[in-house]
């Protein structure tokens, strides 16, 4: 009973088990019919899918035009070698790739050399980013080895920025206004190099070459990686690095070919296409050419590579090749999209190794759109040729300028010219290291010093001058001044300590005589404008009769409404200096105090206290504090006496000096209404916005838009009628305004440059002061040179060893504060004299800035059609500008006749085009 009751339960079990099983199959076999019959399309849809990946092929570059459909910048077709690595293995790779790059030296051609790696004559390796930092530090005068952070505060206390200001507006303030390239991220205080090379490090997907400390750590970790041969040497395993760095820059997309060179020779095409090199073939592209060289090269801007940062938004998003160029500045930037086209898309089948199986679909680039620009380059070549010409002539400091050429009635740029120069063509293929080096400012401790790729028209913004007295006078007569009112001019005012003079009392001792507002901004008369600026004549005391009370803040809105201190909506980078405010002097005058504390910091305070930068800077930053409640000269003296470590002594000078010095000057007075009003003062603006104003005010104050651009292929004409509006004031105000101006072509300033023209023009010159000193390139050069004169000046015996004594201490007790040997060498000069030799002393030689020469101009007068803007910097007096507008004025009319867009042009070819 036993034996059959198990054999029951044997037999149950059995059942039960081939009927699950049953089941099962069922249920797969059914599920399989699913899949492959009636889902059938879906799937192998999505296997497809899977396996199918997108070459892009590099489309031709848009052209850039000018308005008569002038070339400014296309493409040249090259010859390229590119390398694909699709189906090969290691060894094939390695032995190919090395290959390669020696026919590519045998040949002379040059090519693509991303690696970061290098060996040098010692055979030390060492990382292209770190020898960058290296070399960034050395330019900008900083030890070696100094942090991002470190650099950062050095260059802020170099440079006078407070810290108050945040590091974001410090680094704007410091690349725009100061001319400086600084490569570090003001969000992580970290160096950009740096950033690059951990993204350089992770790309690899091998864990000991990430980790790897040291560049020959990395490249050793590489060679193992990929398993180079022991026999060859370092120099030809970085051969096979060169071109792997680049098939790691792809990531996973194998299937897509590389660029290796660009323009390669008859004979490398030759060697390349009959040899045998595995992976290597030649295509043909095209390398942008800019056929005028130099001409508009800061409107048309230049090329450069794809960064590492960069190359996860334009290979990995866009689908750019990593040895693709793309537009850095200008045009070239600011329509990348445009002009870069429509790559073209081959689609192909990989394996699960990412290599070629198939060819799926292929289409072809389609070239980027055209741009048209509103450039005239017969304009152009003027202005840049006439610029260069003036900056040259006038010598001595001027060694840069810009001048803006706009048309009156529509906004359009017609030239567009900054000094000095560079040709974009020496990017077009990737620029090397001594090029790069010909285009950086020649001494960056000083923030005049020329910079060829600077954009003096729309990023150098400084005092207008006289070139802003039309502002005033709009804005009086709308108050209710009365054009023919006549205003004695008695030379000066003094008010506040302070003389308020004219340029005849100034140069001569004399003065205007009686002066209306027609011969007021003929004669350029600082006393008239003194007077209406205020509503006031300062000489009898006797109200001008305003019906509205005239104010500093309705002169700097009327300014506004012209496009003063505002970005002009241009299509390129532009900088914007904010108008003139009591706010803003408030902060300048805070830094000027705080700066005055410091250069007497060992005379005033404690050793303890001025030799510890951190509680120096407290003590300073809590005086200059005050600057704003402006406490009487009785309540500084009892602040300093019980909150500050400045010696007893030195409490009552320092006291008045706050108070009379800074603190009283501080307040937005009728002496800053004066400086506004004649151009001067905190005013700060670009030749750029300085042509939108002028043409504003020809245009009976309509304000356009600036703009540079006319149109894209395929998109029509740019649409500006909403970026045009009405000033609200008079249109007789502004014909009295205009005929001042007109008075100073004819019997002003500018008589003697346009009484031969042929044609009215209306003008206003400018000469600004600016009130920085000139940084020599070298401080420690300098102060060495004039340690003698400083001795005898001071009555000191300082000796130049006692010198760099000193200066080695400074530097290694505080690093941060005395980051290099040109910001240490003053202070140590001025400790080894016991301070007999003061900041004052040293900087006496230095000289001063000459001035900036400004002329602006409209002609016809009576029915403005053109308006040219020129600045010279460190031009001397206004009148060196004016040749300037005058070449460009003789060369539009010969152009265009009286009026932009109504004729045809005849170029020197005798070519007629229609505009």
């Known amino acids: 009973m036993k034996i059959n009751r198990g054999k029951e ?102 090519y693509t050399d991303n690696f970061p790696i290098k060996i040098d004559s010692n055979g030390d390796f060492y990382y292209t980013y770190d020898r960058k930092i290296q070399n960034w530090l050395k330019k900008n005068d900083l030890p ?103 098939i790691a820059t792809n990531g996973f997309t194998r299937y897509i070919p590389i660029t290796i060179a660009k323009g390669v020779s008859n004979k490398t095409i030759a060697t390349v296409e009959e040899s045998d090199i595995k992976g290597a073939s030649i295509s043909s592209q095209y390398k942008r050419y800019y056929p005028n ?27 750019y090749s990593s040895s693709d160029l793309i537009g850095i500045d200008g045009l070239e930037s600011s329509y990348e999209s445009s002009l870069h086209g429509t790559a073209g898309v081959k689609k192909i089948k990989v394996n699960s190794a990412g290599e070629y199986v198939s060819t799926v679909s292929n289409t072809s680039p389609v070239k980027g759109k055209d741009v048209f620009t509103t450039i005239d380059l017969s304009l152009q070549k003027t202005a840049e040729t006439t610029l260069k010409s003036r900056i040259n002539s006038v010598g001595g400091s001027c060694q840069s300028g810009a001048v803006v050429v706009m048309s009156v009635k529509t906004g359009e740029v017609l030239a ?25 400012a020649d001494n960056p401790r000083d923030s005049l010093s020329p910079a060829p790729l600077y954009n003096n028209a ?53 003065n205007h005589g009686s002066e209306n507002l027609e011969w007021g901004i003929g004669n350029s008369c600082n006393y008239y404008f003194f007077c209406i600026a205020t509503g006031k004549d300062w000489g009898t005391g006797a109200s001008l009769g305003y019906n509205t009370k005239i104010t500093v803040d309705k002169i ?81 003296c009892k602040r300093l006496d019980s909150k500050t470590d400045i010696k007893s002594s030195k409490i009552d000078s320092v006291a008045s000096a706050l108070k009379y010095d800074y603190f009283i000057q501080a307040q937005w007075t009728t002496g800053d209404q004066f400086n506004i009003s004649i151009g001067q003062g905190d005013n700060a603006y670009t030749p750029l916005q300085m042509a939108t104003y002028i043409s504003a005010l020809g245009n009976n104050a309509t304000y356009n838009r600036a703009s540079v651009v006319q149109g894209v292929e395929g998109e029509g004409l740019v649409d500006k009628s909403s970026d045009r509006r009405k000033i609200n004031v008079s249109k007789s105000n502004v014909k009295n305004v205009i005929k001042g101006m007109k008075r100073v072509t004819e019997s002003g300033t500018l008589a003697g440059v346009f009484s031969s023209l ?49 200066m080695a201490q400074l530097m290694k007790s505080s690093p941060s504060r005395y980051p290099s040997k040109d910001d240490t060498v003053d202070d140590a000069v001025m400790k080894a004299s016991n301070y007999k030799i003061t900041q004052s002393m040293i900087d006496s030689s230095k000289g001063s800035y000459d001035y900036y020469s400004w002329t602006v101009t409209m002609a016809p007068a009576d029915d403005p059609q053109i308006a040219v803007a020129t600045l010279l910097i460190q031009g001397g007096y206004s009148s060196n500008a004016a040749p300037v507008n005058k070449a460009i004025i003789a060369k539009y009319l010969k152009l265009y006749g009286s009026k932009v867009g109504s004729t045809s042009t005849t170029d020197e070819d005798g070519t007629t085009k229609a505009n």
């Open 458 to 510: 729309t990023k150098t913004a400084v005092a207008p001058g006289s070139t802003f007295k039309p502002i005033t006078a709009v804005t009086a007569l709308e108050c209710g001044l009365n054009p023919n009112r006549q205003i004695y001019d008695k030379g000066y005012i003094k008010l506040g300590g302070h003389t308020f003079a004219c340029s005849n009392w100034n140069d001569y001792g004399g």
């Open 758 to 806: 042929g044609v009215d023009v209306a003008g206003k010159t400018g000469t600004a002061e600016n009130q920085g000193t000139p940084q020599p390139k070298s401080e420690v050069k300098y102060v060495k040179n004039h340690l003698s004169s400083l001795n005898s000046s001071a009555g000191s015996k300082v000796t130049w060893s006692q010198v760099t004594k000193i």
């Open 556 to 636: 700097l809105k009327t300014a506004k409404e012209f496009g003063l201190g505002q970005k002009t909506g241009i299509e390129l980078d532009e900088s914007v200096v904010p108008l003139a405010s009591a706010k803003r002097k408030m902060a300048a005058q805070k830094l000027s105090a705080w700066n005055y504390l410091y250069g007497k910091a060992h005379t005033i305070f404690p050793e303890k206290i001025a030799n510890d930068y951190s509680k120096l800077s407290d003590e300073l930053d809590l005086i200059t504090g005050w600057i704003e409640e402006n406490p009487s000269y009785e309540t500084i």
């Open 9 to 110: 339960i044997f037999s149950s079990r059995y059942y039960i088990i081939v009927s699950v099983i049953l089941i099962l199959m069922a249920i797969l076999v059914a599920r399989v019919f699913v899949l492959s019959v009636l889902q059938n399309s879906k799937w192998t849809g999505e296997a497809n899918e899977q396996s199918t990946k997108s070459i892009y092929t590099s489309a031709p570059r848009g052209n850039i035009y000018d308005r008569n459909g002038k070339v400014i910048a296309t493409n040249k077709q090259i010859f390229t070698v590119v390398y694909s690595s699709s189906g090969m293995t290691t060894a094939q790779i390695n032995d190919s790739t090395r290959d390669l790059i020696n026919t590519l030296q045998a040949n002379g051609d040059k």
């Open 416 to 440: 567009m010219a900054s000094y000095p120069t560079y040709d974009p063509n020496i990017f077009a293929g990737g620029i090397s290291t001594k090029a790069w080096k010909s285009v950086q």
């Open 144 to 246: 070696e080895g100094m942090s991002a952070s470190q650099a950062f505060r050095a260059l802020r206390k170099r440079y006078k920025i407070s810290n108050s200001v945040s590091r974001y507006d410090a680094m704007t303030e410091l690349e725009d206004d100061h001319n400086l390239t600084i490569p570090i991220s003001a969000k992580t205080m970290t160096y950009t190099y740096t950033t690059e090379k951990e993204q350089f490090l992770s790309k690899w997907g091998d864990e000991k070459v990430s980790k790897a400390k040291t560049a020959k750590s990395c490249f050793a970790a590489l060679r193992k990686y990929y398993d180079v041969k022991a026999s060859l040497s370092d120099s030809e395993a970085r051969k096979i690095f060169i071109i792997r760095n680049e």
């Open 293 to 319: 060289g130099s001409t508009a090269c800061h409107i048309i801007g230049y090329m450069g590579s794809i960064s590492e940062s960069e190359t996860s938004y334009y290979v990995d998003k866009l689908g």
